[in-house]
């Protein structure tokens, strides 16, 4: 269906059967017309925006389909505001990995929505000289002839502020929380290790990382990063390098340290338990140990006082028996002598 609202088009409405093949793609795809066309875009004019009026309809000033191109850093190293933060080297590897590249587009929506815009078609890893971070930056495009009042607002934006705000979409393999992230200890921080990235949205408030920002225009692509052969970018890079380095590798030390205490910790904890536990039975076992000896000791003062008792009945015994065998004697003689 092709529909339109400028005066040629407006009421003209048909529709159009045709039949078209689908396939899987893959990274074999070639895309060669997509960096073509961006080149030439590229070798347009870029100083557009001081005499800009803002464009109606769904067709370009060619008869194409409007189309809203951004530049954009949607992330960069460290901390951002949301409290989150991404390690320099894992953008690296993240963006190394054919990020955004075509049939891996990536998704184009408004405040994370997921009601695609348009899409992401190339990221690199650079070199923000007005952020001194490093981070990626993403070209892509808006369908301005299906959103024409977004693209529009973008566009007044842009005249106004000199710039938009952007904001990345990831999922990372694990999340590191510390207390100790370098220029934020003693706050929450959650490291994002190894983001998968889907996407960047457009943004309708501030971004959690305030350097994410883009551009957009209708006739060029933006140019928003550093070049590989900017000496400067390279300058800053060698001299805060070694640094860096030695900040991640000190932090994840730490870290180390850290959950090794806490395990110890843990185990000390352990053993300590147990010893009050063993403590507890030692005491219950005394108690009861006490009480038993009570009863013996009362056991053996009766015992004692009825062997004493017996003794004495015994002797008391022993000498009627002496008597009664002096007198058997005696009688056994007077007998005797009787007869």
């Given amino acids: 269906m092709v529909t339109g609202d400028n005066d040629l088009m407006s009421d003209l409405k048909k529709e159009i059967i045709v039949k078209a093949s689908v396939r899987e793609a893959s990274d074999n795809t070639r895309y060669d017309h997509i960096y073509q066309a961006a080149k030439e875009y590229k070798d347009l004019d870029k100083d557009v925006f001081s005499e800009l009026e803002v464009a109606a309809g769904p067709l370009d000033d060619k008869g194409r389909p409007r189309m809203l191109i951004v530049s954009a850093w949607i992330v960069h190293e460290g901390r951002n505001r949301n409290g989150q933060a991404f390690i320099k080297e894992e953008l690296e590897q993240a963006a190394g990995k054919g990020l955004f590249k075509p049939p891996h587009a990536g998704l184009i929506d408004l405040d994370h ?3 695609p815009r348009g899409f992401w078609f190339t990221a690199n890893y650079a070199f923000d000289e007005e952020a001194k971070l490093w981070g990626i930056a993403a070209e892509g495009a808006i369908w ?3 959103f024409e009042e977004l693209s529009n607002a973008l566009l007044v934006e842009m ?7 952007v904001s990345m979409a990831a999922l990372p393999e694990s999340v590191e929380l510390t207390g100790n992230f370098p220029e934020a200890e003693g706050q929450f921080t959650e490291i994002l290790h190894d983001p998968v990235f889907y996407g960047a949205s457009l943004l309708t408030v501030a971004p959690g990382d305030a350097d994410a920002r883009g551009l957009v225009s209708e006739t060029s692509v933006p140019d928003i990063q550093a070049t590989d052969e900017d000496s400067t970018a390279k300058a800053d890079l060698d001299d805060s390098l070694e640094s860096d380095n030695a900040l991640v590798v000190a932090h994840h030390k730490r870290m180390k340290e850290e959950v090794l205490m806490e395990k110890e910790l843990e185990l000390l904890q352990a ?5 009050i536990e063993a403590k507890v039975q030692a005491e219950q076992s005394l108690v009861s140990a006490r009480a038993e000896i009570e009863v013996f000791v009362k056991d053996k003062d009766e015992l004692t006082a009825n062997l004493a008792a017996a003794q004495t009945k015994l002797d008391e015994l022993q000498v009627a028996f002496d008597t009664a065998n002096e007198v ?3 009688v056994e003689s007077e007998l005797e002598t009787t007869k």
């Fill in 328 to 330: 058997k004697t005696t």
């Fill in 113 to 115: 929505d997921f009601q």
């Fill in 144 to 146: 301005a002839w299906r």
């Fill in 271 to 275: 053993k300590l338990n147990e010893a």
């Fill in 159 to 165: 005249q106004r502020e000199g710039h938009i705000f």
